[in-house]
């Protein structure tokens, strides 16, 4: 498995990349700050906290999802067809929306 880092290339630049199995430096990614570079890193070994986090919070809005159509058939019988449809695209909606 290559496993990414990144280096000071010269003042105010930082260089994503990799040793090959021989040894040489493989570039491949510049960045005009640590914080960026980090994160590429992160990206490319797999952890990227950001990814990870939005993935929770979208299955989290989908399992909202299932319960509330699970539970269409419970639901009081003021509740119609189209109120069961716009509760869906509002939770929907919540699930995809950008957190700040």
């Known amino acids: 498995m ?3 880092v990144y280096m000071r290339s010269e003042p105010g630049l930082y260089t994503v990349g990799h040793y090959s199995p021989d040894g040489r430096w493989q570039p491949e990614s510049d960045h005009a700050s640590t914080e960026k570079a980090a994160r590429r890193v992160a ?3 797999g952890h ?6 939005e993935n929770e919070r979208l299955r ?3 399992t909202r999802i ?7 058939g419970n639901r009081p019988p003021a ?7 716009h509760n869906i695209h509002w939770l929907a909606s919540d699930a995809l ?3 700040p």
Do not use: K, P
Request: glycine share 4%; hydrophobic share 45%.
């Open 2 to 4: 290559t496993t990414y």
């Open 43 to 45: 990206t490319l070994n």
């Open 48 to 53: 990227d906290s950001e990814l990870r986090a």
């Open 60 to 62: 989290a809005g989908l």
């Open 66 to 72: 299932v319960r509330f159509i699970d539970n269409a």
């Open 79 to 85: 509740m119609t067809d189209m109120d069961v449809i």
């Open 97 to 99: 929306a950008v957190q």
